[in-house]
């Protein structure tokens, strides 16, 4: 009699958990579809071959003065996958397993240089492709319910990780548009949260346009301006 009834009470405990993580996986599955949604649908989004976008950043000190301005042309082109990168004198680029580098019109081949590159490429398709990126397979994403921002705005509240990364993302979406209006990075217990305060509205698909980076304290706290950053698009090529 006990060994049934401790079978009963693991059997019911496995049931419950299976329920809540189900149910997770439904609010995490429907708060993306729905977001797609928002950002030009999926199948709107899946028809672009190639989206090329001058990025402008803004770096700031404490006082909130301005003490670098950079811009890079970037591009993304799909089936084949490559990201381009060009800045001033300095040119870098991958298909997702080659990368290359040409610098003052020189061929640069070291491997601390090539994996710098790498880290590079892949942050810029990363942040910009939100939140179609989200989609990828070995994304491990978990519901943290509705939360609000330091700015008030309330969102719901995705954690995301990487079995092959060390960073904790968190990503957040306005609950009534779904848009994607923050996310928030966790890199070696430096906490950033960048703000995309307005959008690139096009008939392709709604982008980034403006955003914003503030350092956070573990209480979440505001602090300083660290970076703002513009997404200026110069061209959509359709499949």
Not at 10 to 34: C, D, P, R, T
Not at 44 to 52: D, F, G, H, L, V
Not at 206 to 229: I, W
């Amino acid at each position: 009699m006990k060994i049934q009834l401790e079978i009963k009470l693991l059997m019911l405990i496995g049931m419950l958990f299976f329920n809540k993580v189900y149910a997770q996986n439904q609010k995490v599955k429907s708060i993306l579809e729905k977001s797609l949604d928002a950002h030009g649908g999926e199948n709107t989004i899946s028809e672009i071959k190639q989206i090329k976008y001058l990025k402008t950043t803004y770096t700031y000190d404490k006082e909130g003065n301005i003490v670098k301005k950079t811009k890079q042309q970037i591009t993304h082109q799909f089936d084949p996958y490559e990201t381009e990168i060009l800045s001033d004198n300095k040119f870098i680029k991958t298909n997702g397993i080659d990368i290359e580098i040409i610098k003052n019109g020189k061929n640069i081949n070291d491997l601390e240089s090539l994996n710098s590159a790498k880290g590079i490429l892949d942050g810029a398709f990363y942040v910009f492709w939100q939140p179609m990126k989200l989609k990828d397979p070995g994304t491990i994403i978990k519901y943290l319910g509705e939360i609000y921002l330091p700015n008030q705005k309330k969102v719901h509240s995705l954690q995301v990780s990487y079995l092959k990364g060390s960073d904790t993302w968190k990503f957040y979406f306005d609950t009534s548009s779904y848009l994607l209006v923050a996310t928030e990075v966790n890199h070696n217990d430096r906490i950033s949260l960048i703000y995309t305060t307005d959008f690139n509205f096009r008939t392709s698909g709604v982008f980034h346009f403006k955003r914003e980076s503030y350092k956070l304290t573990e209480n979440r706290k505001k602090l300083a301006l660290q970076a703002s950053y513009t997404y200026d698009i110069l061209d959509i090529v359709k499949k």
